[in-house]
């Protein structure tokens, strides 16, 4: 009964490949988001989905492409991996903020390695 | 943006008090949260405040001080399944109020 999850947890891969991450939530929230955790633990937002809608998208290369078939869901695909693609990727969900700042749950993360 | 800053590490013993500070300035406020990140894991929301004052949850409570830009979080009675990484965080305004914004984090440490 996990409530943000997401696959693959580990991922190591070369440089140059194309590659996706899956997040889904079953908290019936309708915003979901996209972090990145890097070596640093600093952990900085990259895009977010309300009700399959594109709301936030930070100055990310646009090698990564989200996408989200309903609410529920939101991926993450990459293409053309670089080394500094490595890092910690981490999905989350909340209720819709347009009623306030909401608490967000997380996802256990993706380790992805570029090798 | 959003200017966020907390000390980098802490340790503390068994049984203790510890206070984790976190200061913020924003062009606007929509409230401060604080998570707990244990290594390789998830971040998990322990508090949020947007008025002044004590919020006391358990063994951790929070405090906000909005006209000074500060936060703290308080631990009390410290285990060693305390130790992990604390993250200071503040949304955005507007449309965009889901954006968080997060510090650093504060890496803790508990001795026996």
């Known amino acids: 009964d996990t409530a943000v999850s997401q696959t693959p947890k580990y991922l190591v891969t070369q440089m140059g490949n194309d590659k996706s991450i899956k997040c889904e939530q079953n908290?019936?929230?309708?915003?979901m988001y996209w972090y990145k955790q890097d070596s640093k633990k600093f952990l900085k937002i990259m895009f977010s989905?309300?009700?399959?809608?594109?709301?936030i998208n930070e100055t990310v290369p646009n090698r990564f492409s989200p996408k989200s078939p309903d609410k529920a869901h939101l991926n993450l695909h990459i293409n053309s991996l670089e080394l500094g693609d490595s890092a910690v990727y981490f999905c989350a969900s909340s209720q819709d903020f347009r009623q306030g700042a909401q608490p967000q749950h997380f996802g256990d993360g993706t380790r992805l390695s570029i090798l | 943006g959003q200017n966020i800053d907390q000390p980098t590490e802490m340790t503390a013993t068994e049984g203790a008090i510890v206070q984790i500070n976190c200061t913020y300035q924003t062009s606007g406020f929509n409230g401060l949260f604080w998570y707990q990140q244990h290594a390789g894991e998830a971040p998990t929301f322990l508090s949020y405040n947007v008025l002044d004052g004590l919020e006391e949850k358990g063994r951790f409570s929070s405090f906000l001080s909005r006209s000074k830009g500060y936060s703290y979080l308080l631990l009390k009675e410290l285990q060693m399944k305390d130790s992990a990484s604390y993250l200071c965080?503040?949304?955005?305004?507007?449309?965009?109020?889901?954006?968080?914004?997060f510090g650093r984090g504060t890496q803790l440490t508990v001795w026996p």
């Open positions: 965080a503040v949304p955005d305004r507007g449309s965009t109020l889901g954006r968080l914004y």
């Open positions: 989905y309300n009700n399959k809608e594109l709301i």
């Open positions: 908290l019936g929230h309708d915003t």
